[in-house]
């Protein structure tokens, strides 16, 4: 399965040789560039992402499971997003640790986070209730994704 970081449409290659498949098994967590677009067989006409590129340039994870269906968000909550984004960045945050963070400084302060702060820990504290802890870096993708499509309404 491929994906165009453009676009978002799937596609797949038909007869992948062993290296390409062995390589292909990471791609979900370890995104590449796929080189060969005459071998690629389009099986949709566009979706979510998986894939973006980063501000580097580089191919990373956009884990949509995470941010799914969050509400859109306005410019000052997308700030706020980043501001985590820095955070998570300085510190050893998994996606657990992150809301622990986020609902004890919450109750420390009195003041509530912001919406999209607070949709976003909900959903990373239900994936923890059933198992499933994000990595740093794909809290810090999620994050920073999710501050910049959802200023758009883009988190279908």
């Not at 007869?15 to 080189?35: H, I, L, N, R």
């Not at 992150?98 to 004890?104: A, D, G, K, N, V």
Request: with cysteine; net charge negative.
């Amino acid at each position: 399965m491929l994906q165009c970081t453009i676009c978002g449409r799937h596609g797949a290659v038909e007869d992948p040789s062993e290296s390409e498949w062995a390589k292909a098994f990471y791609a979900p967590t370890q995104p590449y560039v796929w080189g060969d677009g005459s071998r690629v067989v389009v099986r949709s006409h566009g979706g979510s992402s998986y894939v973006a590129r980063s501000e580097s340039g580089d191919l990373e994870r956009v884990p949509r499971e995470i941010i799914r269906h969050l509400p859109q968000v306005t410019q000052q909550e997308a700030d706020d997003l980043l501001g985590v984004v820095r955070f998570v960045e300085q510190e050893e945050m998994t996606s657990e640790l992150l809301c622990l963070f986020i609902q004890s400084a919450s109750e420390w302060s009195g003041q509530s986070p912001s919406a999209g702060i607070a949709a976003l820990c909900e959903r990373l504290h239900h994936f923890a209730e059933h198992g499933t802890v994000f990595p740093k870096q794909w809290v810090i993708n999620a994050i920073r994704w999710y501050a910049k499509e959802g200023v758009h309404g883009n988190v279908a």
